[in-house]
């Protein structure tokens, strides 16, 4: 019994670090330029349907982890400079409803692209076996994804924290006017911020490709996750995305183990408490 | 004089264009429409791709004879997307707009129960070829929808039987949460309670969304519960996800008996190749190697050769459903609704899978159903069955009374 | 103005008229039209009128739809029970959800409608014993109409039509008078500067609850329409997809005017006709349209073209 909470608890982690990722994206674009990405769902499918690609033309995991990633990161950017970056000054809604619009067009191109039905990916030769957990066999990819989660937040808040790029970054996100003043070049920070979200986004995609299958609803399912993920730990809210995420993760794993009626509407739920008696969020600020 | 010439030219230019506008002769007849609605999108969409395979072979086959009473059959597609809701729009769509004759189609159970209903009022002809839920032949039957394909009830009691042999006394289930999964796991508690009277069914079962992502915590809870007998309704890209990541946390080690009811489709072997495990016990509603008739080796043969593949028994079933409508209309002769519903009724014909009755009482074809044990095999790129098992379709159909079925 | 009502008694004239010039299929588009249209008009209270952006006003929508689906097919009931019974069970949800939502504001409001509205999606999709899960209710009988005991059929799709004609051209009336109102001048003023309205004494919070559950019994009363229609009720109805399509026919059409989201409505409709003659991915074309339209048209259609029409464009 033991075992299995522990190997639930570590499909739930599983799950967390991947949604990490996309949140962590989704989360510092709201909070640097106030965007809500409603794209940011598509960006992460795009990143595992480009992974798709380089496989078929290198067939070379590494390769399209390394690739995809900034080919996500380099359409968020164009889309940020030519389109969004229009729409700044206006309501939010608009800003709401654009992303909305790439949400759409992205899904319907990627059904174009590589058609509706659903593809598969392998993970690569060293990742594709199975290890013993507690005696029971796990497989070896799923255990790479949870390291690499907390080593990625690592390196990102050693980014943030840590260096002087990051801090200009964090200190835009808390007062952009300010930081303006200071001399900070704040649309072209914009651009570089929303390319960094997409590259995450990306390469949340990319590493997931190996796992689930691949197909046109991906980002529709995700978008929401993270929505969620993202007002749990608390909106701009780098340390928020992360525990947002493993929490979301681990409720997901032990609502499918125990309460398998209801599990769909355990995310929902925690959104609804957390919004009602502290809608800041875990780790947000005062709203 | 100019004026003259141009007067004559403009003549000759008008009768022109009547002469060629005109319909070729009253040989040409309207061609004969049907509307086939298959899900084309998502997780399934090989198996309206397979279905649509199937019709255009039947479909080209027929025109190249001559077509059925002498007209052109054409046939239009429209996905379900594998929603009701969508599917009720894409048939008025068809009966409406483009104003077919006739229809076919339906992969999902429960886009079959919110379609059926309305077919009296479409006053169409649905031959199901696929959606297996026993209600549409049964407590929801009407006179205008008929299946000619293996449906549930049949497709579950052969795997019963399968079942009973193995020894397995506690079993659970995984399968998609919506009508198909649920139904499968009510009738497969049925029949082997039948065969079985001492067989235990967990508290413990798993019923994924359909299209579910990620199904690993499903994998260790169900494991954790430690059946003998696992029995898996799961089908199309949700089979191949599952059995992909099942593998990774040794479902297929544990000596569990396992038994996938949809398992020996060929989508989900050539998705799968070698990572579907041997010694599995697969059903399906039709394998390509079960049948030695002629009929079924031209079919083979035919499909293997336009589309590279071995047909899957989506593409069969739709096959044979263009192929009961052109018996049906020529016994018939005539293309009215009423008519050929009566001679559909009671329609013999032989098809790939083997002889077809389409038994009057409810509209559901009556047929052989072959189960098997994956096995690998040098000739073939995919798992096949070794040994198979062919049970007749009178020893698993229930009878006309216990379907539910009163035909208005 | 008289411009206006005269093309209005037009429009009116023209949909009266259209069954006798369409074909049956164009009849049931327009039932979706108006149908759907109902539904954002009524988010559009919200929305255009009180500044409120929900995620969730599917719920009350799906559940309407789910409600007219129980009566008719376990009782049998006529329209206007089906309509009663839709317009009861989204009000008491509305003002339930909308008491605990309107403590916040902007996204977070949003977020916490999605939330909720989700929430409903999940009870109608695992509660398979009562609302037969992801397999909806079907299978009920052509809606009726009970009058002065006279029973009438609903099934055929232009007497279904004509009665959806009657239903939301009264609802939508209905509506317009309470845009027109005190009341309704009052939300516009929560929507421009919900702090000014404060400082001038006015509850915020209560007059936003009150606009919240008026949406959404004119979407319950739409979703009663339209189960009927569909001959079933299915979760989807109630899922946040569901819910995007009022904001974007409102946007199509125009927030600003009433009848803004009616006519985006009929161009979202319109687009999907004319697009899926060709392909089969229409929200593409969806997308870009939209992309163009907050560019360059934030006004949406309708609103940019009477703009125009005043004057000054």
């Known amino acids: ?287 | 004089m100019k004026g003259k010439g141009v007067l004559s030219v403009f003549i000759l230019v008008i009768f022109g264009v009547f002469v060629l506008g005109m319909p070729q002769g009253a040989v040409a007849k309207k061609p004969l429409k049907i509307g086939a609605v298959y899900i084309l999108s998502g997780a399934f969409a090989t198996y309206g791709q397979f279905a649509r395979n199937g019709i255009n072979l039947a479909v080209d086959e027929i025109n190249a004879k001559g077509g059925i009473l002498g007209r052109k059959v054409e046939v239009t597609f429209e996905d379900s997307k594998a929603k009701p809701a969508v599917a009720i729009r894409a048939f008025r769509k068809l009966v409406y707009e483009e104003k077919v004759d006739f229809l076919v189609g339906l992969d999902s159970s429960g886009v079959a129960l919110g379609v059926v209903p309305t077919l009296p009022e479409l006053k169409r002809i649905l031959i199901i070829t696929h959606a297996a839920t026993p209600d549409v032949t049964g407590k929801k039957c009407n006179k205008y929808a008929f299946r000619i394909s293996v449906n549930l009830n049949q497709n579950v009691g052969a795997g019963a039987r399968i079942a009973a042999k193995t020894g397995a006394k506690r079993w659970t289930t995984i399968g998609p949460d919506y009508a198909f999964g649920h139904q499968s796991w009510e009738y497969f508690q049925k029949y082997l309670k039948k065969l079985v009277p001492d067989a235990v069914f967990m508290e413990k079962v798993a019923f994924p969304k359909l299209a579910t992502e990620d199904y690993s915590t499903y994998i260790t809870s169900i494991m954790d519960a430690n059946p003998e007998g696992v029995f898996i309704s799961l089908w199309g890209g949700d089979l191949v996800n599952f059995v992909r990541q099942a593998n990774a946390y040794g479902f297929f080690k544990k000596g569990y008996k396992v038994l996938m009811s949809l398992g020996a489709a060929t989508e989900v072997l050539y998705a799968l190749k070698d990572k579907m495990p041997e010694g599995v016990w697969v059903g399906t509603r039709y394998w390509f190697l079960a049948n030695p008739s002629p009929t079924n080796k031209r079919f083979v043969e035919a499909y293997k050769k336009r589309y590279n593949a071995y047909p899957s028994y989506n593409a069969q079933n739709a096959y044979t459903a263009i192929y009961a409508l052109k018996a049906a209309i020529e016994k018939a002769k005539s293309t009215k609704t009423e008519a050929v519903i009566k001679a559909l009724e009671g329609l013999r014909i032989e098809a790939p899978v083997g002889k077809i009755y389409i038994r009057p009482q409810d509209h559901q074809a009556i047929l052989n159903v072959t189960w098997g044990k994956t096995a690998a095999d040098p000739n073939y790129p995919i798992r096949i069955l070794k040994p198979m098992v062919t049970f007749s379709g009178e020893e698993v159909t229930p009878s006309p009374e216990e379907t539910g079925c009163k035909m208005k | 103005m008289r411009v206006q009502g005269l093309l209005g008694i037009l429009v009116l004239l023209a949909l009266i008229l259209l069954p006798s010039f369409l074909p049956i299929y164009f009849v049931l588009l327009f039932t979706e039209i108006l149908i759907m249209g109902l539904f954002a008009l009524s988010f559009n209270l919200l929305f255009g009128y009180t500044g409120l952006l929900s995620f969730g006003h599917a719920a009350f929508f799906g559940l309407g739809g789910y409600a007219a689906a129980f009566l008719i097919r376990d009782w049998g009931a006529s329209m206007a029970l089906a309509m009663l019974a839709g317009v009861i069970v989204a009000g008491a949800a509305a003002v339930l959800i909308g008491y605990l939502s309107v403590r916040l504001d902007e996204i977070y409001f949003a977020m916490l409608t999605l939330g909720f509205g989700m929430m409903f999606f999940t009870l109608v999709h695992q509660w398979r014993e009562v609302t037969g899960g992801s397999d909806g209710i079907t299978g009920f009988g052509s809606p009726t109409l009970k009058l002065f005991g006279l029973t009438l059929s609903l099934g055929h799709p232009v007497h279904y039509y004509y009665f959806a004609l009657a239903v939301v051209v009264g609802s939508s009336y209905l509506l317009w008078r309470i845009t027109r109102s005190p009341f309704g001048l009052l939300l516009l003023s929560l929507r421009e500067n919900p702090e000014r309205a404060a400082f001038l004494g006015v509850d915020v919070r209560r007059y936003r609850w009150f606009a919240f559950v008026i949406a959404g019994i004119f979407a319950g009363l739409a979703g009663s329409l339209f189960s009927p229609f569909d001959r079933m009720a299915s979760p989807t109805m109630l899922h946040w997809t569901k819910s995007a399509e009022p904001v974007l026919m409102s946007i199509l059409g125009g927030a600003n005017l009433f009848l803004g989201p009616m006519v985006g409505a009929a161009i979202f409709f319109f687009l999907e006709h004319i697009i899926t003659k060709f392909t089969t991915s229409w929200m593409i074309f969806l997308g870009a349209i939209l992309v163009l339209l907050v560019i360059f048209f934030p006004e949406g259609i309708l609103g940019t073209v009477v703009r125009r029409g005043h004057g000054k464009g």
Not at chain 1, 7 to 28: D, E, P, R
Not at chain 1, 100 to 125: N, S
Not at chain 1, 136 to 160: E, H, M, N, T
Not at chain 1, 250 to 266: Q, S, T
């Open chain 1, 1 to 287: 019994m033991m075992e299995t909470l522990i190997i639930t608890a570590l499909n739930g982690l599983s799950l967390g670090t991947l949604l990490f990722l996309i949140s962590m994206g989704l989360t510092t674009i709201f909070g640097v330029m106030g965007v809500l990405n409603f794209a940011h769902g598509s960006l992460y499918m795009l990143g595992a349907y480009m992974c798709l690609q380089a496989m078929r033309l290198f067939h070379n995991f590494w390769l399209g982890l390394l690739v995809a990633p900034l080919a996500v990161g380099l359409l968020g950017m164009a889309i940020e400079v030519q389109f969004l970056r229009k729409i700044y000054d206006r309501h939010l809604t608009l800003q709401l409803l654009l992303t909305f619009a790439f949400l759409l067009i992205l899904d319907d191109a990627v059904r174009i692209l590589w058609g509706a039905g659903y593809h598969t990916v392998d993970p690569p030769r060293l990742l594709a076996g199975t290890l013993r957990v507690l005696g029971r066999p796990y497989p070896v990819y799923s255990l790479f994804i949870l390291v690499l989660g907390p080593a990625v937040g690592l390196a990102l808040w050693a980014f943030f924290y840590r260096t002087k790029v990051g801090m200009i970054v964090r200190a835009a996100a808390m007062d952009r006017e300010m930081a303006s003043s200071l001399g900070v070049n704040v649309p072209k920070l914009f651009t570089y911020v929303f390319f960094f979200g997409s590259w995450l986004a990306g390469l949340g995609g990319a590493l997931a490709a190996p796992l689930r299958a691949i197909g046109p609803a991906m980002g529709e399912k995700i978008i929401i996750e993270s929505f969620i993920v993202v007002v749990i730990g608390g909106l701009g809210s780098f340390p928020g995305a992360f525990i947002g995420a493993m929490i979301f993760g681990l409720f997901d794993a032990f609502g499918i183990h125990f309460v398998p009626r209801i599990h769909m509407a355990i995310p929902f739920i925690l959104l609804a408490a957390v919004l009602l008696w502290r809608p800041r969020g875990l780790f947000g600020e005062e709203i």
